[in-house]
């Protein structure tokens, strides 16, 4: 197996730990969110509904990535055929997490909500996310990528002489 899938293999192994982690912690935030509902009083223009949106992608994208880099981390350790899907899966769910943080740097830009810190956190966790996801596309985008099998070990059958004795002087 080429060194990049191994490195992205394990990368997916990481960012399915620490993605249920955050998904296992939102569950109760994302139980009692509440989602604004369409009455007389709620006139949203555009960009509130996108932030809308990033924020539910927020409360429920950490799920689906666990999930597919989970599955991508096994298939790939296993060398299952499935496992270039899974790695595909894995590596866009990676780029659509990776845009509510863009939003969110680009909120924290121009409404001034932190300082330099909390806008350069979110940039890296973005740059992480966009680079597991380029990369992962990249290296098991192509159907004809050079994608090792496992190695099974060598079988002869070299049945010449089982079972017969050695002649004897």
């Not at 999930?67 to 899966?89: F, Q």
């Not at 966009?130 to 050079?146: D, I, M, Q, T, Y």
């Amino acid at each position: 197996m080429p060194r990049l899938h191994k490195f992205l293999r394990s990368c997916f192994g990481y960012a399915a730990i620490a993605s249920s982690a955050v998904a296992i912690t939102l569950v109760p935030v994302f139980l009692r969110a509440p989602f604004p509902h369409a009455t007389s009083r709620f006139h949203a223009e555009p960009i509130q509904l996108l932030l809308i949106a990033m924020r539910e992608m927020i409360l429920l994208m950490p799920a689906v990535l666990a999930l597919a880099s989970a599955m991508a981390w096994w298939t790939l350790r296993k060398g299952s055929p499935s496992a270039r899907r899974w790695a595909i899966a894995a590596s866009i769910s990676s780029l659509v997490m990776s845009a509510p943080f863009l939003v969110a740097d680009v909120a924290i830009v121009q409404y001034s909500l932190t300082g330099a810190v909390g806008f350069i956190g979110v940039l890296v966790f973005f740059v992480i996310l966009l680079s597991l996801g380029v990369e992962g596309l990249a290296a098991f985008g192509k159907r004809n990528a050079p994608f090792a099998a496992p190695v099974l070990p060598h079988v002869t059958n070299d049945i010449q002489g089982m079972g017969t004795l050695a002649p004897t002087a």
